[in-house]
């Protein structure tokens, strides 16, 4: 089964631009994440959708970062304007729904330098 | 939500069996603990997760204490593909539906010595 889709791989920007990310999840999966992940440190939760509907958006930064999922399926993270501190891998996860989906799944990320 | 102490590296020889730590000693019942790693490069991957009993897979084992309090993530023969952080992670579930949080820490770096 084909795995999480990320694009583009690897991002350079300029401080005060605005980039986004794609994800397009495993086939059939109702659960999205987006999680940023700093060097040196574990993946923090960004944002979580339950197909077109936001589960839990706390840890987002709203002034700055904008997520959506509008048919339930694929999804974009978007960044507007970028800091120096937005630097990190941007990881996408999906999940199957019910009590039998016990895993996440994750993409291999979306890596941003702003310089 | 539930945190998890972890060390923050190991070593072990290649063909011997790791065993990582975790305490997570203010678990609640209804929560599960979760292990999942990231070689470099690439996204986390699950392993392996439990309740209450000990855990086998393919991948590995997990040895759950009694009081819930800690566990152990059992690679029974490290191979260098194996080297990677590992994480420990306790889900919590969001409050009136059956979706879940997972919380990142920053995890265990093993690495596999030839």
């Known amino acids: 089964e084909a795995g999480v889709a990320q694009s583009p791989r690897y991002k350079i920007i300029e401080k005060r631009q605005s980039v986004a990310f794609w994800c397009n999840p495993i086939?059939?999966?109702?659960?999205l994440y987006w999680y940023q992940q700093i060097l040196g440190q574990g993946p923090k939760l960004l944002i979580q959708?339950?197909?077109?509907?936001?589960?839990?958006d706390s840890q987002l930064p709203k002034d700055r970062f904008s997520a959506e999922r509008l048919k339930g399926v694929d999804s974009t993270l978007k960044i507007q304007p970028a800091k120096l501190e937005d630097s990190a891998v941007y990881l996408c996860?999906?999940?199957?729904?019910?009590?039998?989906?016990?895993?996440?799944?994750f993409g291999s990320g979306t890596q941003l330098s702003v310089l | 939500d539930a945190k998890t102490t972890q060390p923050t590296s190991m070593d072990c020889a290649e063909g011997r069996a790791a065993n990582l730590p975790c305490n997570h000693s203010?678990?609640?019942?209804?929560?599960?603990v979760y292990w999942y790693r990231q070689i470099h490069s690439q996204g986390p991957q699950y392993i392996i997760h439990?309740?209450?009993n000990n855990e086998t897979n393919e991948m590995a084992s997990l040895i759950i204490t009694e009081d819930r309090k800690s566990s152990t993530l059992i690679l029974p023969h490290a191979t260098l593909r194996d080297t990677a952080v590992y994480y420990c992670?306790?889900?919590?579930?969001?409050?009136?539906?059956?979706?879940?949080?997972?919380?990142f820490g920053k995890g265990t770096l093993l690495t596999v010595n030839p």
């Open positions: 996860a999906s999940r199957a729904w019910g009590s039998l989906a016990e895993k996440l799944f």
């Open positions: 086939s059939g999966h109702a659960t």
């Open positions: 959708f339950q197909n077109n509907g936001v589960v839990d």
């Open positions: 203010t678990i609640s019942g209804n929560e599960y």
């Open positions: 439990g309740l209450k």
């Open positions: 992670i306790v889900r919590v579930p969001y409050s009136g539906g059956s979706n879940y949080k997972l919380t």
